[in-house]
């Protein structure tokens, strides 16, 4: 099984060892299986398989059994002994028991270290999904992040972007000249969501120091890759905060990792379990996304496993580029069950011993119908395989164990401390104190000023004099003039002017003319 991590056994009786290439698996793979039909055993074996590659592994406990990664299986355990006929049925000859590196990370940050990143990095669009928003609410969560990016607003938490909004509703009289109508309303919706969202527990998300990306992709000082378990029992009470936060981190990467084509084996491993609550209600421009990521992301060196019970829930586009598939049973109780189960089986590559459609229905507990990418990328026979036993423990961490490897893990203290640097919110509340003392001062400035100098300010008096235009052919009559001296002056202006000229040429020549 050179350069291959073993599955487990396949073929008549279980002796054709079963292997998931390395070279393939960043083209993604599938994980389903109906509940109770050993996913999460599956899960641990693939998690552990990769780690023992070198390869760095990120995956969310839903149920907390994951968290055994870290300790040992033991002798002990009530099911040792069929794990170790199971081995020996499927030519496991080097299995034992071992521990593995792995790190905890929390949201809420009490079961493992906390995983914060910043309002900006999440985006309007995947906020906009988180808080349900309609068309017009996200185009004002837009037109926040726009804004914040122009003014130097720094949008690190969720009080950051709540202080914007209502700076936003506050000038959106000015602001609508530009991007168009501000409804109150939308932003006052906005406002009640955000709130929803902390009462979730959301502002632990956002802040800083933000989750830094190389510290999911470092390996154990002996080589192996680190594991990461997101603890998310608590977090599923919360499903589109869990899948918004896992889409986030999807995004992150393909946007940071620089490519590196196909290698021998991956930077990174993404598990996405309870893979469904991601499309439930997701939007096609959502949807659309998480097709172009996981297209792409895998010339980044990372592959992504989606892990859901039914291969139905996964939009079709996205299901095509799966190729290294591990098909727990399906209970076909209903006709829509039956026709999924019908179109599942219909996605494999057939084997002539038995019917496919009938394997799935009928494996048992720790087995499952497997096909993997061969040779150039060609998917694999479909075959019916016993699932090998974990070399981890089987079951959650206790308490003790737990905070043991936390405290020894390779990131201890650096995300424990929140930090609240100077961002949108103390800027604008330090905008509104400036704007407010100015106000202040003014006031006290108009208070000290004597009631002749208010009157002067309300221009409710004038004392200059009007001073006439050159051009203005109005006389002003002086009140100390008499009528006679003010017809004077009128006839003599008159005979001053163009017209007494006449008058008087006109008198003089008939005069002369007379003589």
Known sequence: MEGKIFLG????????????????????????????????????????????????????????????????????????????????????EDFGYRAFPVTFWDLFGEQGHPVRTTVAEMGPLLLARLMELSEAQEGILNIAFRLADEQGLPLLDLKDLQALLVWVGENRTDLALRYGNISVNSIGAIQRRLLVLENQGANKLFGEPALALEDLMCTAPDGRGQINILAADKLMGAPRLYATFLLWLLSELFETLPEVGDPDKPRLVFFF????????????????????????????????????????????????????????????????DKKALRMAAETYRPNPRFSTEEAIREVGVGEAVTSMLMKKGVPGVVERTLIRPPSSQLGPLDDTARASVLATSPVTGKYDTLLDRRSAYEILRDRAANAAQEAEQIEAQEEEQSVAQREFSAARRYSGSRVSRSTSRSMRIRADDSFGEAMGKMVMKELTGTTGRKIVRGILGGLFKGR
């Open 9 to 92: 056994g396949g073929g008549a009786d279980y002796a054709e060892k079963q292997g998931l290439s390395l070279k393939y698996a960043n083209r993604h793979g599938l994980v389903a299986g109906a509940t109770g039909t050993g996913k999460t055993v599956t899960l641990q074996i693939l998690a552990e398989g990769f780690s023992e590659a070198g390869v760095p592994v990120f995956l969310s406990d839903v149920k907390g059994d994951l968290s055994g990664l870290a300790a040992a299986g033991r002798a002990d355990f009530k099911l040792h002994q069929p794990f170790m006929d199971r081995a020996k049925t499927i030519g496991f």
């Open 273 to 336: 379990d309870e893979a469904h609550l991601l499309f439930d209600g997701a939007p096609k421009a959502l949807v659309d996304k998480v097709e172009q990521v996981a297209r792409l992301i895998r010339s980044k060196g990372v592959g992504v496993f989606f892990v859901t019970q039914n291969p139905d829930d996964i939009p079709e586009d996205i299901l095509g580029q799966l190729g290294n598939r591990v098909q727990h049973a399906l209970r076909a109780f209903t006709a829509r």
